[in-house]
């Protein structure tokens, strides 16, 4: 049986943790976390569990065969290299790291010691974007015009990333899994109205070579939270409200059909209105099947679907989004009055 | 009684028709429309009314104290500059005209002439705006972080309008008329499906004094009717859905509390949730107001909640957003690779 | 072309007279109504119509071909019945008349004559409820179990009516013409907060002999409107939710599976959840249909969908409900305690 | 610490597990299964645990201070008794017995041993029921008029109860808690589709002394699941819809408004339309505060909300509910012609 070990047990650490226990073919051998007493309940719990307050220790252990990191970002790069570089497997949180150049030199030391690398993007293997796959892929939209996404809520600040770092790459990896490719122009603006530098809403365009247009609008703004993805082709169009319990993916029978005109230079589209149909979603939790996908994957079963090329890809394009964020922010910075409004302290 | 005559009879022609003829203290003394078959109609039904093919005539026309301009956009500036010279008062349909210009002109000529000058941003009357109105003016949100109106649908194209100056001048003019303010800096991205140069889907976000971010999603390639807008204050929190039939306008009391951390450099604000609150609005058809509205500016019994230097205002913004756009599609199109998709004509 | 007179210019008279007008087979050559500035106002407008205070001096005018009856419900059965012995086509409003006594005779003098008499069921001409039709005649419902409607609002109270006759005419008359049966079992129950004797909410069962049970919940008292009809069968089940602008009539390709069990007495179904189809909906305004069906009807042209047989089986529908909810009301009466509560006037 | 014996580990019984398991001030010392491969699972991941197969021998152990039964409904009876004469507290799932007098004999036991027995209405510990209760006791919506609740899904099909006995209690506890009081009278209407004298869909209407009107729509045939409770009352009225994850409490500062009207007999309400408030509605799981409170209870730290007396009640109008459904499925049965449809297993 596959020995995995797991560093960091935070929000999604806990989810991981629970998800490994479960999965038959695979043992949770060792967890790491730097929490003393995090440590103390999983030994009163699982007492055959090997604990670690360093996950340098756990990775260094030889009995793992495999280590799933779910640290804060930073410790990423080190780690996953660290687990590489003793001959492990290495499935990592998303973001993959914080540049992309370590993410280069990662999926380097994979290809180099023969290892499985994969980036835990989870919305992958959710059943409504496996769905959306079909649908772009099989070409039942059409030609593809426009992605349009909606992340917002009352955010929950977080010290290390702003709202691009920690919403976009939601988007930026269904992107990637949907059309594979990377942008050929970013456009980004966005505004600071808690830490200054640190956006807490972004509103991001992408133009792919495929003339499709990529729009996503993060906010930890909003008292509502929406998490709206529409796709649009030239045959149909999709929206996907990942909230709505009932139907969460809508296919509509709809869209524009441009006529010939030759009598005039323009051409003046009609529209056109069908059946709107809601398709039964039906799968496991997104997370057993990445876990369960990342033992295959080892084990040469599978081909697989979030590897360290898509983690990269995904970097780069944050990379540019936060390049262009910033060159807005400074433009906006300059053309503002010099005393204009933040939510300072109290 | 004022003796008022229409220009034009087209799609909200008719609405005005049928609202100038339902006002007991106004004539509808005269129209002018191109269309012969119109003008039968018209003169079969209503044998009383004179009726013009062609509109400068209607203003020349000495009966008429007051003309309704709901012609096409180019025509706005030559019929209301004729009319104001001739001692008429004006109420000219959005976009007031085609560029700033033109309106600095007629804003010069209703002041020589001691004439009411009004354009009609019917959304202005809406009793949901008004509602937006008195919270954003008795402070009851706080101070104002965001403005965020997603406006997407079906769109009919039309020939000499792109989905900016479609679609735009309604958040434009609801903009100006809560916070009084022109953006100090303007960005916008998009994307011409449709007619090279025209685009069907905007993206433009506007940054204010205030410190307020506002964004638009404006778009004439979705397949479900959108009009929602939300306000984000520093206290409360406000989303108007204009098709919500039950509750248009929800009143969040809802929130991010920054509070002082001695101890680190970043703020991390807690959020808080509370009751949402939907007033009950109640009121006339928007545009039975602006006509009554119009009436009673002209006699000097109401000040104008939408004169010509609101209308100016809109239009200024509409042009700095229309060049930010063609900057942005200029880069895209030179990033683009050359044989790119559009929906061309079958 | 056909001359028709239209007695009667309320609420839905007004509709009737819009509608009338502006079919171009039709001639709306006369109109009676008791109120003089009603006929005032459409002398003024409309100076070639015949007007009549009295409906029976239209029903007696020799140039008028088919009459169409909007008065209130005690005068139907007079005026339909003069109307029938002057040899004039008669489209009534519903209900009917008010026994189903006086439809027998209606009935019996339109063959008598072999004159048109058809009530006017405006639902059975909405596009949902002819979407509706087709999927139950076609059998892509399976074997219906259940009519299920909910039909509530903030009622305006009406002296003439209880909300029985109200509001069940509709659903009935659906009823009848998707299944085409009358239940062999009626029960009713329903209480009288305002006005004792009169029912300002009803809930009513009935039993039909295909094993289908269709229950109504009627009421005046409720803050929300809701205009919900669920039709379920063996094979799929169909929600129409009349208020949803976007998509009104839900097919759910879900139902109850049951599997024979030999080990014991009872069938223990599993349930199948599948896709959910909103099919587009497409078609005039219902009313617009009514008129011209019926000017077929009388030539012709189209057998009648809506005739007095289907507004007699509803008026029999309706005096059988009424009787258990008298029956009902009796009981409860008995049983309560003396000083019970209505909501009396202050 | 208290020490807690759980009865059933079935799909409730594992939710009291956890819940009993998280409780700081209590001690799950024992449960009770017949499933061997359930003591199985426990043994493992429990190893302090007392398991029995019998629920019999866990309420024979001396150590044990009170039990929760979570066992089928037919062992309620015996296990609650056995446990209240060997002096132990006792927390039984809902319905609490099978028949009243059950109900009667095991209130008389706990009465005379000074014992705790509480029936686990879980709903009445739900935030939503407990501002429903704020809102009816405080006298905010006045002078209640009808309870109205929609409760209907494909349903889970079960050997043992129908669908009355299935989902009434949830809105006959809820009632109970809201007003104290028994119907005066009770009609019933339902149907079997599935399995003769088994009804999946019942209509239930039970008068209330204070003139209030409760009905209930009870299906396990809806493709839809809809969880609604409307209450009305004379001042506002209230909307509880437990499937809606943002605003699920609505209060509508609405009703009927009945004015005096000397000139004629009957009156003309005219209706109210006010402000809708969506309250945030906070707190604990409800389970979780069902087992805190069952603590409090036996340590005299708290009255009892859910106790012998309300689970009584709930019962007596059960049957009650269940007398007037048999009556009516009487009634249809011989009113049908002899072949109707049921679905038969095939």
Known sequence: MMRIGLCGLGYWGKNLFRTLSSNPNIEL??????????????????????LFPD????????????????????????????ALDRGKHVLVEKP??????????????AKLHGLTLMTDHTFLFHPAVR?????????????ISYFDSQRINLGLFQPDVNVLWDLAPHDLSIIDYLFGEEPVHVEASGYCHVNPGSPDIAYLTFHYPNSMVAHLNLSWMSPVKVRRIA??????????????????????????????????????????????TSPR????????????????????????????????RVLRTLERAQAALDLSLGQVQAAMPADHYTIAAE
Chains 1, 2, 3, 4 share one sequence.
Not at 131 to 143: H, I, M, T
Request: charged share 25%; proline share 6%.
């Open 55 to 82: 996950a340098m220790d756990l990775i260094a252990d030889p009995d793992i065969d495999a280590v799933v990191i779910a640290t804060p970002v930073s410790f990423h790069y080190p780690q996953a290299k660290a």
């Open 29 to 50: 051998a060792a967890v790491a976390d730097a929490n003393p007493q995090t440590r103390e309940r999983l030994a009163a719990s699982h007492p055959t569990l090997k």
């Open 131 to 143: 769905k959306l796959g079909e649908l772009v892929r099989s070409g039942a939209l059409g030609q």
């Open 96 to 109: 993959m790291c914080t540049t992309s150049a370590e993410a280069d030199d990662l999926i380097a030391r």
């Open 281 to 312: 979603l039906a799968g496991n939790e997104p997370l057993v099947d990445v876990i369960e996908h990342f033992r295959k994957v080892i084990l040469g079963e599978a081909a697989p679907i979030s590897d360290g090329h898509r983690g990269r």
């Open 231 to 276: 796709v649009g082709g030239s045959d149909k169009m999709v929206v996907w409200d990942d909230l709505d319990r009932d139907e969460p993916l809508k296919i509509y029978d709809s869209g524009i059909t441009a006529q010939p005109r030759q009598d005039r230079e323009m051409i003046l589209p009609s529209y056109r209105i069908g059946d709107v």
